[in-house]
Antibody, heavy 120, light 106 residues
């Protein structure tokens, strides 16, 4: 059974940093791209970043490029999202999602999400 | 960026109804269109990928189709567990954008 478990969310002040983690199990971790998708309060789903299975190629949406960094540790089956210079508009539930194959493939499994609140 | 436009934004339906949701892309996306179901507080669920392929484990009452620039998600014989928000998403080019969602309500 594929499982994705996010952690690391919480309350942070504007301009602060947070690191999210996504622990995976039930599949060959290094063989699949993984992504982060978020949902702001009252809004729809927004893709924000994807990392290839090898970790060599990363993709970002413009609104987080240069502030967020996606990474993975294939020895620990864990995906990360380092979030710096956080803004109020980054407040959202952050979901980890497994790509069906390579980067850009549909997201076939999702975690339950972790809430990030950016507020003073 | 490719903009995905869903219609309607919300709809009211009853158990047993046939429901259709439409999605249109602002640019050519071939058949790289996916549909997700999302219930509040739960993990989103992939229903249909590549416009018409049924994800493993998804009931056959869900189907996807395409006609020209329009993509359609159809739910035949709506069940109580199908009341949720549905999103389309293009996987043709980055950024991999979602539609704004369609809420299916009683």
């Amino acid at each position: 059974e594929v499982l994705l478990l996010e952690s690391g969310g919480g309350l942070v002040q504007p301009g602060g940093s947070l690191r999210l983690s996504c622990a995976a199990s039930g599949f060959t971790f290094r063989s699949y791209a993984l992504s982060w998708v978020r949902q702001a309060p009252g809004k729809g789903l927004e893709w924000i970043s994807t990392l290839s299975g090898s970790g060599s190629t990363a993709y970002y949406t413009d609104s987080v490029r240069d502030r967020f960094t996606i990474s993975r540790d294939n020895s620990k089956d864990t995906l990360y999202l380092q979030m710096n210079s956080l803004r109020a508009e980054d407040t959202a539930i952050y979901y980890c999602a497994k790509d069906r194959s390579n980067a850009g493939a549909p997201f076939d499994y999702w975690g339950q999400g972790t809430l990030v609140t950016v507020s003073s | 960026d490719i903009q995905m436009t869903q219609s309607p934004s919300s709809l009211s339906a009853s158990v047993g109804d046939r429901v259709t949701i439409t999605c249109r892309a602002s640019q050519f996306i071939s058949s790289y269109l996916n549909w997700y179901q999302h219930k509040s507080g739960k993990a989103p669920k992939l229903l249909i990928y590549d416009a018409s392929a049924l994800q493993s484990g998804v009931p056959s009452r869900f189907s996807g189709s395409e006609s020209g620039p329009d993509f359609t998600l159809t739910i035949n014989s709506l069940q109580p567990e199908d009341f949720a928000t549905y999103y389309c998403q293009q996987s043709y080019s980055s950024p991999w954008t979602f539609g704004q969602g369609t809420k299916v309500e009683v």
